[in-house]
């Protein structure tokens, strides 16, 4: 298997997934949908739906109902990013190459997006009842969506980030802060892939501590990233955590021990998905090759 070709053929499907789903650019509120849809058709990874998507097939799924999770996932990641970048917030001018929704449609219409896609992403995802047999697993994993990205997943661990901004913080803090902000949303992914092919709760369990350690990663490696990478090989700003005071990994560790942690915390995930005794190779090297990053 050539990774390469395949998570280009798998990321271009993900992308057609999107594209279905995305409102239509008409009526009074043309203005907000052509906000919702220039965040959302502005590139990206796609990383959460894809291990969605992955999580998904490890456990034999083969059903539609993972379209609208897979695209409702990836629009409530899509609304932090356009809230993040928000002049109350991070204030960045760049995202993914382009000017941010704030520069392009104005501030107002920025916060009105973002809240209007994260709406819009149970609205989609509801319509995942239409393509199963199985509505309990349904259910469930909006149970879990919506736990994962409340307060008690990625906004509660935005409002501590956004309430100690600038402050000394201890690795306690900071643990908590990369748990719920980024690490829940892809639990929530990762969960509700198993979830939707019928996973047992211990099998979920497994991949909710496997997806933790993953998210854990990607952000002390983007932490990384801020400082060792350049703006044309991001896409956005560096050094914007300097900028803004922020207390990183980097900052409390120094780069090789934070670099020596993603690497742990990597091979641990990895081992605890093999560990469930399924198949699904290509999932185990997108989990190495993404942590690892450099943009």
């Known amino acids: 298997m050539n990774f390469q070709d395949e998570l280009t053929k798998r990321t271009d499907e993900i992308e057609k997934g999107i594209r279905e789903f995305l409102p239509k650019e008409e009526g009074f509120a043309k203005s907000m949908a052509q906000a919702m849809n220039y965040s959302m058709l502005a590139g990206g990874k796609r990383l959460r739906p894809l291990l969605m998507q992955e999580t998904y097939r490890l456990f034999g799924g083969k059903e539609k109902v993972i379209r609208p999770f897979m695209t409702g996932m990836e629009m409530i990641h899509t609304h932090s990013l356009i809230h993040d970048d928000l002049p109350a917030l991070d204030n960045d001018d760049y995202r993914r190459g382009r000017l941010t929704t704030h520069k392009v449609y104005g501030e107002a219409m920025g916060i009105l997006s973002g ?161 469930l005794n399924k198949n699904n190779e290509f999932l185990y090297l997108l989990v190495e090759k993404l942590i690892n990053r450099r943009k």
């Open 115 to 275: 809240v209007a896609l994260l709406n819009y992403a149970y609205e989609t995802m509801l319509l995942a009842f239409e393509r199963t047999a199985y509505p309990e697993r349904v259910i469930r994993g909006l149970s879990v969506m919506a736990e994962k990205t409340g307060i008690h997943g990625m906004l509660g661990g935005q409002s501590v980030d956004v309430e100690n901004d600038g402050t000394p913080l201890t690795k306690e803090m900071l643990d908590y802060i990369y748990r719920n902000k980024t690490s829940a949303l892809i639990e929530a992914a990762m969960m509700t892939g198993a979830i939707l092919a019928g996973a047992d709760e211990n099998s979920v369990a497994i991949i909710e501590e496997a997806a933790g350690k993953i998210g854990l990663a990607f952000q002390i490696q983007d932490d990384i990233l801020d400082v060792t990478s350049t703006e044309e090989e991001l896409g956005k700003p560096v050094h914007s955590d300097e900028k803004n005071n922020k207390v990183t990994y980097v900052t409390l560790f120094g780069i090789e021990e934070a670099s020596r942690q993603v690497k742990e915390l990597s091979e641990d995930a990895v081992s605890l998905l093999k560990g």
